[in-house]
């Protein structure tokens, strides 16, 4: 059975579980730099993640930090890289911490403060290849944190794309015969039951041939590498609570059988790509049963809820 990687951001803390195809290599500067975002590709507008902490393994947190993207070649690494474009990334705390008060300014915290990630919106990269991102990061005292850090950007989408039509999952659900609990949610291990019913009830498939828009969530909240998987598919269940007249809400659970590395066939069909599975997931289906928007990783309510709210009530 292929098997699901995992990408650890500063020690597990700031990825989601996976692993992307090409590795974030940690800079020899006084920053290390943490690309946190799956799937980009060419001419495809997307949000930008990264996480940074310092060589000591503190995070920086708060305020926004500069960015800086060099090209590096197509196949590798070519002669000098080129610098494309700049851009500025605020803080984008994860999901359930963002109440907790962020400083106005980067800083760097321990692990007990607030965590997150620096978020571009939108980003456009112009050509397939290697890249690479610097951050400088000026701390409240003046101080400048700076550091590079490598990723990919693909020709096409691997999963999934806004105005692409979504597969038509036959889901696991609570009405699934002979469907073992945890398959249907991992934390049916530790919690004896299939918590978030509502996230279990129906499938992607009958959604869509009944027009109803859906928010769907793919992680595993038990087995996720860095803990964080949980937390967003907890935004989805409260999210369902308050916009249940306006989309179906559904949470496909990654694994079919952790034990013997066996995925969901849900989970496969959406994201499993070239032996490699990168999550947390959130799709949002547009009611014509095609892609509205999608977040990677770090996919918080405040992201979430404004499309939601423009989506007009079903009953």
Not at 204 to 226: M, Q
Not at 241 to 250: I, K, M, P, T
């Amino acid at each position: 059975m292929r098997r699901v990687l995992a990408v650890a951001l500063a020690a597990g803390v700031l990825a989601g579980c996976g692993s992307s195809n090409e590795r974030s290599r940690a800079s020899t500067r006084p920053l290390n730099v943490f690309p946190a975002s799956f799937d980009l590709a060419v001419d495809r507008p997307a949000r930008f993640l990264v996480g940074l902490s310092t060589v000591g393994n503190r995070f920086v947190s708060g305020g926004s930090v500069s960015l800086r993207f060099f090209f590096l070649g197509r196949e590798r690494a070519e002669g000098d890289p080129e610098l494309i474009s700049e851009a500025t990334a605020s803080f984008l705390p994860i999901p359930g911490e963002e109440d907790e008060a962020a400083p106005s300014a980067p800083r760097t915290v321990g692990g007990d403060a607030a965590r997150g990630v620096y978020r571009v919106e939108e980003l456009t990269f112009d050509r397939a290849g290697f890249w690479e991102v610097e951050a400088a990061a000026t701390l409240g005292g003046g101080e400048v944190l700076r550091g590079r850090g490598a990723f990919q950007v693909l020709p096409d989408p691997l999963v999934p794309y806004p105005g692409q039509a979504a597969p038509r999952t036959e889901n696991l659900t609570t009405s699934t015969k002979g469907a073992p609990p945890e398959a249907i949610d991992s934390r049916a291990v530790t919690e004896g039951r299939i918590p978030d019913p509502e996230l279990h009830a129906t499938t992607i498939a009958d959604a869509i041939r009944h027009g109803r828009p859906v928010l769907a969530v793919f992680a595993t909240p038990v087995y996720c590498v860095s803990k964080f998987c949980g937390p967003v598919t907890d935004v989805v269940a409260e999210l369902a609570a308050d916009y249940g007249a306006r989309a179906e809400f559904v949470h496909v659970e990654i694994w079919k059988d952790f034990q013997n590395q066996v995925v969901n066939e849900a989970a496969a069909e959406w994201l499993l790509r070239d032996g490699s599975l990168q999550e947390p997931w959130v799709f949002l289906i547009g009611g014509d049963g095609r892609v509205l928007a999608r977040w990677d990783n770090v996919a918080t309510r405040g992201e979430m809820e404004p499309f939601l709210r423009d989506l007009p009530p079903t009953g």
